[in-house]
C-alpha cells in the first residue's frame, strides 16, 4: 500500500496551493479518505475529510477557503488550499480507511506547506 502526496511547497500568505495524494495498494473507491496537518509542536489536526460516498468535512478553520476531492478513475484526494494562512504551515498528512475484510488505516509520507509572511 503506498499514499504518495504531492503539491507541497513555500507559498506566501494569501496564495494557493494544491496537494495530491495518489494511492495504491487499496481499493480507493471504497476508502474513506482524509487530509491531516501537523505544525512543529503541535498534535496531528484533521483538516478535511470525504468519505467513498462523497460526504466531506472541514474543521472549521478551514472551512470556506479550502476543498477537498476525489477523482476515482486516478485513485487520487486532492486539497484545494486557497487564502493560505501563515499558521497553516505544516506537514499535511494523508490518510486512507476503510474496510475490506478487515479494518485498516494507511498514512502518507506527507508533504510540507510552509506559508511565509
Known amino acids: 500500500v503506498q499514499l504518495v502526496e504531492s503539491g507541497g511547497g513555500l507559498v506566501q500568505a494569501g496564495g494557493s496551493l494544491r496537494l495530491s495524494c495518489a494511492a495504491s495498494?487499496?481499493?480507493?473507491?471504497?476508502?474513506?479518505m482524509r487530509w491531516y496537518r501537523q505544525a512543529p509542536g503541535k498534535q496531528r489536526e484533521l483538516v478535511a475529510s470525504?468519505?467513498?460516498?462523497?460526504?466531506?468535512t472541514y474543521v472549521d478553520s478551514v472551512r470556506g477557503r479550502f476543498t477537498i476531492s476525489r477523482d476515482n478513475a486516478k485513485n487520487t484526494v486532492y486539497l484545494q488550499m486557497n487564502s493560505l494562512k501563515c499558521e497553516e504551515t505544516a506537514v499535511y498528512y494523508c490518510?486512507?480507511?476503510?474496510?475490506?475484510?478487515?479494518?485498516?488505516?494507511?498514512w502518507g509520507q506527507g508533504t510540507q506547506v510552509t506559508v511565509s509572511s
Open positions: 490518510n486512507a480507511q476503510g474496510y475490506d475484510y478487515s479494518s485498516y488505516d494507511y
Open positions: 495498494g487499496i481499493i480507493f473507491s471504497i476508502s474513506n
Open positions: 470525504i468519505t467513498s460516498g462523497g460526504s466531506i
